[in-house]
């Protein structure tokens, strides 16, 4: 298992609600990887403040009162309050705790889903082109012209892909596809470099994670760039669209791809 396989396996792991195998290697994994196990250290604290240190039902202020006024009245008895304060003092240090540390709490969740969420991203762009290079027939229309690439896409997609680059002698346009980025649908069109092949990936870029920090900018847009298993990945989003470019060539060539087409219509 991957640390991504982990970090979203987390929560049901605590629960046990994995299967019997998955528990397990969640497990063999959280005892190798240092950086897994502080996230499912922080996942129990949190799980466990959230769960078990917040008083579940306080008493009203008129309760107490209205408890206190009950009880048997023994000579020169201290207060109410004083009889209550004994029992309230670690309630409100407790409930002090709950403030100060909930939110540093939820800012390492948060931080550590946020990341597993923008690696996930990237994987997708990967794998989508990882299905290009070992697919039997990866495209649908080939050709060499952009053309008659575009317009097939017509019908095809919930959205008009924007291709700002029509491929050059440098950077041939090879053709396209339909394909799927995470949960959409995302038009493939596939360009080369000498032997490498390289995939845009283009969907509507609503509802994903996407990344918010270290990015660089790129023509006219802040993109995110990063390589993993051997293939560079450069994403960026314009306007409604997100796009993702991915290929083993080396990472200087994509960026200047990368900058014809962002800085397109
Ligand atoms: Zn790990």
Redesign the pocket.
Known sequence: M??DD?RIRLLDYQRGRLPHSAQGEVRA?LDE?P??ARADAVEQELTSVLEHRLPQHPASLALKRRLAAQWAAPTAEPSWWNRWRPSLVPAFAVAAVVVAATPVLYYERAASRAASERAGMVGEAVNDHLRVLTSQHPLDVESGGFHQVKPWFEGRLDFAPVVPFEGDADFPLKGGAVGYFRDRKAAVFVYARRLHPISLLIFRADGLAWPGRDLTRIGPVEAYATAERGFNVIMWRRGELGYALVSDVDARELRQLAARMAGGP
């Open positions: 991957t640390c982990v994994h990887c950086g897994c």
